[in-house]
């Protein structure tokens, strides 16, 4: 049996596994589905059409699927999809998507979202990421595997996060984040390799030592396309490397440096009908 504490309230309509554990004073919408081994701590908001994987955590204030955050939002039946394994700290936020950014946003497996974290609309969170505390999270944004966000910083919509980057606190992101790196300031900039992360991910130190050997080639100097162009040739066949350089170069063709502009589904167009609705 469902474990309920005092004062919740599950709409009848909404699908609960039978060993998940709800706190007291919480609440569960009508297009709910929360599968096993899930825990909400009390006084946990989940709503709107959000589809939870197992063995999740939610603790106490966290505030899951509500209406984003967007002045084009029309009420659309749009989603959250959760997969496993995450841990959703107190007074998270988590809106779904919008109609016109694709309908979803999407949160992987094995993330920990700590105190006071906001994902916005239509992000898509992968697995294995760390947000420390009070970090904020744009719409549309893209956090590759194994990312690290620091407490307070602030990312920019349609920005994407490569795999085993690290963000630090309070930094403010407005472009594209090369993986790899280290990635802090203000105004934000690559300062270095996260060799931590990516010892702890499974790097070799074979292979940390050539991503610091491309770090120096592309960032260090300054004629970074050519830089590109050598090193591409050069390690033609290390993995590493060639996602690196494809990364960089997808974010020289976006817009302000942010790959995903090029591909966002809302267009100017929208923007003005917004505000000549308005008037």
């Known amino acids: 049996m469902t474990q309920i504490g005092q004062n919740s309230y599950i709409d009848p309509k909404a699908q609960i596994a039978e060993d998940v554990i709800i706190g007291p004073n919480c609440y569960i919408g009508p297009k709910v589905v929360i599968n096993a081994g899930c825990k909400l701590h009390n006084n946990v908001t989940i709503t709107g059409r959000t589809i939870i994987g197992e063995n999740n955590e939610f603790y106490q204030n966290a505030v899951i699927g509500t209406d984003p955050q967007d002045l084009k939002f029309k009420g ?8 496993s394994r995450n841990i959703f700290r107190e007074n998270v936020t988590v809106h779904k998507g919008t109609e016109l950014g694709g309908g979803k946003t999407i949160i992987g497996n094995g993330n920990l979202f700590m105190a006071g974290v906001h994902i916005a609309h239509d992000c898509e969170i992968t697995e294995n990421v760390i947000i420390a505390n009070n970090a904020l999270i744009a719409g ?5 595997q194994s990312t690290v966000i620091g407490g307070g910083a602030g990312i920019h919509h349609f920005v994407t996060i490569g795999k085993n980057a690290m963000v630090g606190g309070l930094t403010r992101v407005v472009t594209d984040v090369p993986p790899f790196m280290i990635f802090e300031g203000n105004p934000g900039a690559v300062r270095g390799v996260n060799t931590v992360g990516l010892s702890r991910s499974g790097f070799t130190k074979e292979q940390i030592e050539q991503i610091r050997q491309v770090y120096r080639k592309l960032f260090k100097g300054q004629n970074l396309r050519p830089a590109m162009e050598e090193l591409e ?14 990364f960089i170069k997808r974010s020289f063709k976006g817009k302000y440096g942010r790959y995903l502009e090029t591909i966002r589904t809302d267009k100017p167009e929208d923007i003005r009908k917004l505000w000549n609705d308005k008037e």
Not at 237 to 246: K, S
């Open 233 to 246: 040739k050069t390690n033609e066949h290390d993995p590493n490397v060639q996602y690196l350089i494809d």
């Open 76 to 83: 659309g039946d749009t989603e959250l999809i959760i997969g």
């Open 140 to 144: 549309h944004v893209k956090l590759e």
